[in-house]
């Protein structure tokens, strides 16, 4: 059983039919419909905080900001500040100062890494993030990062979107609540395109995080689905 110390973690993502969440070579990111957009935001408006991989908020060059004023003002209504802390994992600290969510100082930002990210690239990224959080050795220890969060940061209610990496490290953690997918009627292929989990996996069928299927909704030929922890 989930440790109530932690946050709720909401999972959220597009995938194709075929189970892709962005062509093998990364150049297609984003292709769900604008319901699907008002779908992450809507979201977000009910997160204190939004959860990314490094290397997905450089590709996709996202801010993780709340939507607009709709959803500025949901978020108001659900007794939210008006954006989200913004929460970044990257295990060797490889974000890039470049990266253009830094160009945007609407909400904190806070960086969770390890022991083996360089010091060099800690004491450069300090100077862009508000708060560091170094947890595990070689991989985050999510249960520890995510206990840090709540009780540091507040953070009740956690929206992580990707990518597959930290998807599964937070399967494999038993961290997950509850996901919203969402099915595209497309086909990427390529037995290198990312999945909505990719990295290490289950070595077992009796060890798959199981859930269970509690809603579905067909909307212009896209599938909304939400699946609870079982």
């Known amino acids: 059983m989930k440790n109530d110390k932690l946050p ?13 969440i962005a062509t093998a070579n990364r150049a297609v990111h984003s292709f769900g419909s604008a319901r699907d957009r008002r779908h992450l935001y809507a979201l977000r408006a009910t997160a204190d905080a939004v959860l990314c991989g490094a290397r997905t908020v450089e590709i996709s060059e996202a801010t993780l900001g709340n939507g607009g004023e709709q959803f500025r003002r949901r978020r108001l209504k659900n007794g939210l500040p008006e954006f989200p802390v913004r929460v970044l994992a990257s295990g060797g ?8 969510i830094f160009q945007h100082r609407f909400s904190p930002i806070v960086l969770l890494t390890t022991a083996r990210a360089p010091q060099r690239k800690l004491t450069r990224l300090g100077k862009l993030v508000d708060d560091i959080k170094t947890t595990g050795g070689k991989e985050i220890d999510f249960p520890a990062a995510l206990a840090w969060l709540r009780q540091k940061w507040k953070v009740k209610r956690l929206l992580c979107e990707g990518g597959g990496e930290l998807n599964d490290a937070l399967f494999r953690a038993d961290l997950v609540d509850e996901i ?28 798959a995080a199981k859930f269970k299927l509690t809603s579905f909704q067909r909307i212009s030929g896209e599938l909304f689905t939400v699946f609870s922890r079982a």
């Not at 973690?9 to 892709?20: F, I």
């Not at 600290?93 to 253009?100: D, E, Q």
């Open 180 to 207: 919203h997918l969402t099915i595209c009627p497309k086909i990427f292929g390529g037995r290198t395109a990312p999945t909505i989990a990719d990295g290490f996996g289950f070595p077992r069928l009796s060890s």
């Open 93 to 100: 600290g490889s974000l890039k100062p470049a990266a253009r």
């Open 8 to 20: 709720f973690v909401l999972v959220n993502l597009a995938m194709t039919a075929d189970g892709k």
